[in-house]
């Protein structure tokens, strides 16, 4: 299997290698992690310049055709930076949504203001109790030509920003029935929506939203009346990769910064990176990385393929690696550090909250070994 990338992906790497290392340093980060939105809309803007907002969408929708191998190369940089930018929820979720929805309205008149940088989108899909079931959904929308949207969703990542939400609701059938499920373009704004902000313990912003007969119109459906499953989750399987990506980068960080400090922290009047049990734990935390970064490519290869059954268990076992790899390497990073790394101070406590956050996105392990296990069945 060649793991190797084209000069075209090479140069995708290196440019977002550089924007991090001249924008993107720690205390950087941490001043925007504090800002109101959190996140800087000029280093947004730059993304969109540099063509990253439109990567991933395909040429018929104003995108680059960009596959799944160039959304995991871009993702495991930002991982690497935690950069708090919303590019999962407005990009990899609800752009991607809209571009392979068929929607030409939406298309046309709501996905060129996402991809400039002027416009963001978040898919509100977790509802209370779903248990990651994607088509646990109690939401309602009645009505044939116009609907009405009564209901609630739940950590809607980069809501507080969102000038538009993707809310999948049931329109026919009993909660988990996988039809009767209709995908939603919501204006942020549209009166009977309410809206509670928070920040999650990684530093990003999500919202609880509540719908109390929010009127839309036929034309917000995105893809066909009864049929969206099948659309969010073709959208969920690009964004299990995305974030599993960025976990993959985050994870390279806090183990080459333990073996770094290992190297320079002394203790007995010596490194305490020369004690044997340490280096045993440090390969240890490099394998875990290792052994994720290969399941990853191939979840990326198999999207590629297009076979969805196939992709569908390789990105399960994926993110079961990315759940149990992640707090390995978190946790071994944090002891290592001794008392240091538990601090605000230091880098290393935060890519292990952001590797957390990422473990209950989209499934935990849990519940990817379980469906891993049904699906080889």
């Known amino acids: 299997m060649d793991f190797s990338f084209s000069q075209e992906q090479t140069l995708l790497k290196d440019s977002v290698q550089r924007f991090l290392e001249d924008n993107y340093s720690f205390l950087d980060r941490q001043k925007l992690a504090g800002s109101e939105e959190g996140f800087s809309r000029k280093h947004w803007s730059t993304f969109a310049e540099l063509g990253w907002l439109a990567l991933p969408l395909p040429e018929d929708a104003g995108g680059f055709g960009g596959t799944a191998i160039e959304t ?23 752009a991607n949504c809209i571009a392979m929805s068929g929607n030409a309205s939406a298309i046309d008149d709501v996905l060129p203001g996402i991809l400039a940088g002027e416009k963001l989108a978040a898919l509100a899909w977790v509802e209370p109790g779903a248990r ?3 088509a646990n959904v109690s939401t309602t929308a ?56 928070y920040r999650t313990i990684d530093g990003q912003r999500a919202s609880e939203l509540s719908f109390a007969g929010v009127k839309v119109p036929s034309s917000a459906v995105l893809g066909e009346v009864d049929d969206g499953m099948q659309l969010l989750r073709r959208v969920v399987d690009q964004g299990i990769l995305a974030v599993s990506a960025e976990a993959v980068g985050a994870m390279e960080v806090m183990y080459k910064s333990t073996v770094e400090y290992c190297q320079t922290r002394e203790q007995f009047g010596q490194p305490i990176g020369k004690f044997q049990v340490l280096q045993h734990k440090m390969v240890d935390m490099f394998m875990e990385h290792e052994q994720t970064k290969s399941l990853l490519y191939m979840a ?4 590629v393929e297009g076979d969805l059954d196939v992709a569908r268990q390789a990105l399960s076992a994926l993110k079961v690696r990315v759940g149990k790899a992640g707090r390995f390497v978190g946790q071994g990073a944090i002891q290592l550090h001794g008392g240091m790394g538990m601090t605000e101070e230091m880098a290393v406590g935060h890519y292990f909250k952001r590797v957390t956050a990422i473990d209950a996105m989209f499934g935990n392990a849990d519940y990817h070994l379980k469906r891993y296990a049904r699906a080889a069945a």
């Open 72 to 94: 995991m190369i871009l993702m495991e940089e930002f991982g690497k930076g935690l950069v708090l930018e919303p590019y999962v929820p407005s990009i990899v979720l609800g």
């Open 132 to 134: 990651f079931e994607l």
């Open 142 to 197: 009645s009505g044939s030509d116009d609907f009405t949207i009564d209901g609630a969703k739940g950590v809607v990542v980069g809501g507080p920003s969102a000038d538009y939400f993707i809310v999948p609701a049931r329109t026919s059938g009993a909660r988990t029935d996988e039809r009767g499920v209709t995908l939603f373009l919501v204006e942020a704004g549209a009166e009977g929506i309410s809206q509670r902000n």
């Open 300 to 303: 990326a290869l198999r999207l």
